[in-house]
């Protein structure tokens, strides 16, 4: 069965800088990769996926993400930060039963 | 969040009472979900309808009815609930269930608090 891991409960950055929201993932054959974002008594809002090709897939709102087969990683990143990037950051994986697996979430908190 | 609505946004309710819990989508989907969101876990998926039939229900208590009348509308029929069943009840909805590449959009969500 597949699952995500996202090792950090909590990142705190200060606005302005580089910020990483680590995902690693497990899955029989080929993986399937998403991040959602939630803010504050909303629903999840998907920011991107990886489903093949270039390893650096770019999303919303400036995010990025970096697809590693080697370290089964697919780490959440954005080249500077804003306070209103504060929120709950989901990582999913599916894969080839087709059933969403996410990990139990990371909160960033973006201090100005 | 226009796409996937959800009402009520907040129910409050006895573990006796029976209430129920609606979704929508006007995203033109095929595929609706109801997950179960509590503090410090991963999501966990309850049911999954593809085109208004039930193809997963991953062992929930009987005390959660889902209902889909058509491919737009998804319900949550709840009765004699546990305190432990409070939490965010989030919908989501889906082109198609069985495309690797299918994406989930996701419903403001529910906040259920059982006395």
């Known amino acids: 069965a597949q699952s995500v891991a996202q090792p950090e409960d909590q990142v705190n950055v200060a606005e302005g800088n580089p910020l990483t929201v680590k995902c690693t993932y497990s899955?029989?054959?080929?993986?399937?990769l998403f991040w959602y974002v939630q803010y504050p008594n909303r629903g999840l809002q998907f920011l991107l996926k990886y489903i093949t090709g270039d390893n650096l897939v770019k999303g919303s709102y400036g995010f990025e993400a970096e697809f590693n087969k080697s370290q089964t990683s697919f780490h959440l990143k954005k080249p500077s930060a804003l306070v209103s990037d504060s929120a709950l950051y989901f990582c999913a994986v599916r894969g080839n039963n087709n059933d969403m697996r996410f990990g139990a979430g990371t909160r960033l908190t973006v201090k100005p | 969040e226009t796409g996937v609505t959800q009402t009520p946004r907040h129910l409050v309710m006895g573990m006796t009472n029976k209430k129920s819990l609606k979704c929508e989508q006007h995203?033109?989907?095929?595929?609706m979900y109801w997950y179960k969101q509590s503090a410090k876990k991963p999501l966990e998926l309850m049911f999954v309808y593809s085109l208004e039939e039930r193809v997963e229900n991953n062992s929930v208590p009987s005390r959660f009815s889902p209902e889909c009348p058509n491919s737009s509308h998804l319900f949550l029929h709840l009765h004699t609930l546990q305190p432990e069943d409070s939490a965010l009840y989030l919908c989501?909805?889906?082109?198609?269930?069985?495309?690797?590449?299918?994406?989930?959009?996701f419903g403001p969500g529910t906040r259920l608090t059982v006395l």
């Open positions: 989501a909805s889906s082109q198609q269930r069985y495309t690797f590449t299918d994406t989930q959009y």
């Open positions: 899955v029989s054959g080929n993986p399937y």
């Open positions: 995203l033109g989907h095929n595929a």
